[in-house]
């Protein structure tokens, strides 16, 4: 199994290539933003740490990477982003000004609602942004990546808004009252998955998140 | 929604939402090793760093922290390699710092595996720090930790060199003249006021607090729990409770009472009284949201 990882200098990419080692140790893992590679992976992992903006325009200045990725995605193989990697996925994100995405995936990426808070009180530790830490992740519909509830780390202040939420496939709680997408996806004909979780921080539980998304079996 | 009792971590009337408090495992790093002091002197050695935060990772720990109490006055090298070596065999956040004083300073700690790194004498000394490192690697990646030691004029505080034996608690009061900012590894006054520069450093881009007791830490008499509701009723961004862990008891009144986000300890760890995954088991009993840790 060919597995090409993107490097947009993001600072997670060690951590990533990390745990795929972990979970694929057969795999022939690559890093880089070689556009011929990335035409010849069977998996593609767009990791993404950092503000919207920033690696949206380290993207788009190499537009034959770009060219791979969608000849990649519309030949069907499995594509997954993490955190910003994700985001990355939507038409557009607010993050640090208004800037353009990959628009594989409808909607827009919203910084995380901040409550009202009554001034003499500490803002309950649930409603601080930006949201840092482990939340549970519930299934809104049956995916071959996430097929029951698990805990898995989150560090972000902006989420992915979807405009069709047959594309959100699990959520997860952070403010009041709306759930936010955890995973989304793009999955007939194209099989392009978004995680707004870290995986590869995630302990026993990302592995096996990331095990299902390399497993020739589960995404053949 | 609100009122139903279900699971602890679902819906809770205290917590509605499912973000698990966090509980960190701290690893103070000299030299690669693991050493803990009492009010950061008399350090002694407790293991070597890979070893102890891979068993803290297998032990329940949501995040483990490093923090290279050396650094300042000798260089990062030794706490980029500590990390390189932990990220291979920890797949769980990672924070550190300690010395960071440029945004690429806090870049090579960020490509050695850390996720987030915290800055603390070199953002005082220069604010923009934060501004520069948020601009870099996102809010979510800059933690701003602040050393805070209650003001002389507050007669408990002033009782100095306690004896970590002597279980003293903090007044409940907020000293009248506040808390002053340490830096150097709380060798340097420096005259800021705590909260004041707590809210400062989130305006300039920290994403997180870390908050430690000077006088409290390493005492095992408890968090500072009045300086922990300064500071958390002050900003919006999570605060990492830090100085003073005693017990799972003490973790419990920080987030019930401070307002933290998280706590952070390292001598009740480390001496193995207790481990990340037992504290997770009374924060579950006092309603308080905590992952389920999978296999």
Redesign the interface.
């Known amino acids: 199994m060919r597995v090409y990882i993107v490097d947009l200098a993001s600072g997670n990419l060690r951590s990533v290539a990390q745990a795929v080692r972990r979970v694929a140790p057969e795999a022939c893992l690559d890093v880089g933003r070689d556009p011929a590679a990335v035409g010849q992976a069977e998996r593609i992992i767009l990791p993404g740490v950092g503000a919207f903006a920033a690696l949206a325009s380290r993207l788009f200045a190499e537009p034959q990477l770009v060219a791979a990725l969608e000849a990649q995605r519309a030949a069907g193989v499995p594509i997954l982003g993490i955190c910003v990697g994700m985001q990355l996925m939507a038409e557009i994100g607010l993050e640090h000004g208004r800037s353009a995405g990959l628009g594989w995936i409808g909607g827009q990426v919203e910084a995380l609602a901040q409550e009202t808070q009554d001034p003499d009180q500490a803002a309950p530790h649930s409603l601080r942004v930006p949201r840092m830490g482990w939340s549970l992740v519930t299934p809104t519909r049956g995916n071959p990546l996430l097929p029951a509830k698990e805990w898995f780390y989150f560090a972000h202040g902006f989420a992915f808004a979807a405009r069709d939420s047959s594309c959100v496939l699990a959520t997860t709680r952070h403010a009041r009252p709306a759930d936010t997408p955890a995973l989304i996806g793009d999955t007939s004909p194209h099989r392009v998955w978004g995680a707004q979780f870290h995986p590869e921080k995630s302990g026993a539980a990302g592995m096996a998140f990331l095990a299902r998304f390399l497993s020739p079996v589960v995404l053949a | 929604m609100a009122g139903q009792a279900k699971a602890a971590?679902?819906t809770n009337p205290?917590?509605?939402?499912?973000?698990?408090?966090?509980i960190i495992p701290c690893l103070d790093i000299a030299e690669g090793r693991v050493v803990k002091g009492v009010k950061f002197q008399n350090l002694r050695d407790a293991g070597d760093a890979q070893q102890v935060a891979q068993f803290y990772?297998e032990h329940g720990a949501?995040?483990i922290c490093f923090l290279d109490i050396t650094a300042s006055h000798k260089g990062r090298k030794p706490l980029i390699q500590v990390l390189e070596r932990v990220?291979?065999v920890c797949?769980?956040?990672l924070l550190a710092g300690g010395g960071v004083a440029t945004p690429a300073d806090m870049?090579a700690l960020?490509?050695?595996?850390?996720?987030?790194v915290s800055v603390n004498s070199a953002a005082v000394a220069q604010p923009e720090l934060l501004e520069a490192c948020a601009?870099?690697?996102?809010?979510?990646?800059v933690v701003l930790a602040i050393d805070a030691k209650r003001r002389a004029s507050d007669r408990r505080a002033s009782s100095d060199r306690r004896e970590p034996s002597e279980k003293q608690e903090p007044s409940d009061q907020p000293p009248s003249q506040g808390w002053e900012v340490l830096t150097h590894g709380g060798r340097r006054a420096t005259g800021r006021e705590a909260v004041a520069w707590a809210q400062e450093g989130v305006a300039r881009g920290a994403?997180?607090i870390l908050l430690t007791s000077f006088d409290q830490d390493g005492t095992r008499a408890g968090f500072d729990l009045p300086l922990l509701?300064a500071v958390?009723?002050a900003v919006?961004?999570?605060v990492i409770a830090s100085g003073g862990a005693g017990s799972a008891a003490d973790m419990i009144a920080a987030?019930r009472l401070g307002?933290?986000?998280?706590v952070l300890a390292a001598s009740i760890f480390h001496d193995r009284e207790t481990t990340p995954a037992a504290v997770a088991t009374e924060f579950r009993r006092a309603g308080l949201?905590v992952?389920?840790?999978?296999?």
């Open positions: 971590g679902e205290v917590f509605p939402a499912s973000t698990a408090v966090r990772s949501d995040e990220a291979e797949f769980v956040p870049r960020l490509c050695a595996g850390a996720d987030k601009a870099q690697n996102g809010a979510q990646c994403g997180e509701r958390a009723a919006s961004v999570p987030v307002g933290a986000s998280a949201p992952r389920e840790a999978m296999g």
